[in-house]
């Protein structure tokens, strides 16, 4: 079946180190999106890719890096500059500009 | 993107319509109304999209007013499995990184 998978579901992480969230798609889509999403709160923005090679800051990118080395692939790393990464990470994809985007099941990180 | 404006929740008895209302006042004539919905700690989901007709799919109803400041999604027989909440944006559907952006959302509680 075709679909974003994102892993781990929960992931934990002590304060000061860095941690990657994985999110791969074999759906074939150009563009791929993080958002994280806070308790009670809509989804905001952290980086899209259009394109292999490529990617832009969303609304809330610091603290944040990405790569896109391959189509299929958006790994998002969570710094130890990040000053509230404590959240909910949302990994997206779309066909093209102006489709819909389908999401993945999300991480939970919990830094402590 | 225009911004949007929801209810904070509402509630539906099951089998009977859930009629979720949008006001989008200063929606531009390029922009879509688009819906999404998450349930409780997944990835939101696409249920539909409109530009100014009304449009039906095999999830919802979207109703579209004349002057396009305010749409209705409808679910005509809502179950158990429909509670979530759900997001009403508006975007143009050409914008370069295709970004949402989510508000809080409507939480919908279908009751049996």
């Known amino acids: 079946d075709g679909g974003i998978t994102q892993s781990p579901k929960y992931l934990f992480r002590k304060e000061g180190q860095n941690v990657t969230l994985s999110c791969e798609q074999n759906l074939n889509h150009d563009a791929m999106y993080w958002y994280r999403q806070d308790p009670g709160q809509g989804l905001r923005l952290i980086y899209y890719s259009q394109i292999v090679n490529d990617f832009q800051k969303g609304d809330i990118a610091e603290g944040y890096s990405v790569s896109r080395e391959k189509k299929e692939s958006f790994p998002l790393t969570v710094t130890s500059a990040q000053k509230n990464p404590t959240a909910f990470y949302l990994c997206?994809?779309?066909?093209?500009?102006?489709?819909?985007?389908?999401f993945g099941p999300g991480t939970r990180l919990t830094v402590t | 993107d225009a911004k949007t404006t929801q209810p904070t929740s509402m509630d539906c008895a099951e089998g009977r319509a859930a009629n979720l209302p949008c006001n989008h006042s200063t929606i531009s004539g390029n922009e879509y109304v688009y819906w999404y919905r998450q349930i409780h700690s997944q990835g939101p989901q696409y249920i539909i999209h409109?530009?100014?007709n009304n449009e039906t799919n095999e999830m919802a109803s979207l109703i579209i007013t004349e002057d396009r400041k305010s749409s209705t999604l409808i679910l005509p027989h809502a179950t158990l499995r429909d509670t979530a909440v759900y997001y009403c944006?508006?975007?143009?559907?050409?914008?370069?990184?295709?970004?949402?952006?989510f508000g809080e959302g409507t939480q919908l509680t279908v009751n049996p």
């Open positions: 944006i508006v975007r143009v559907r050409e914008t370069s990184g295709s970004r949402l952006t």
């Open positions: 409109g530009l100014k």
């Open positions: 997206a994809s779309t066909r093209d500009r102006g489709s819909e985007q389908y």
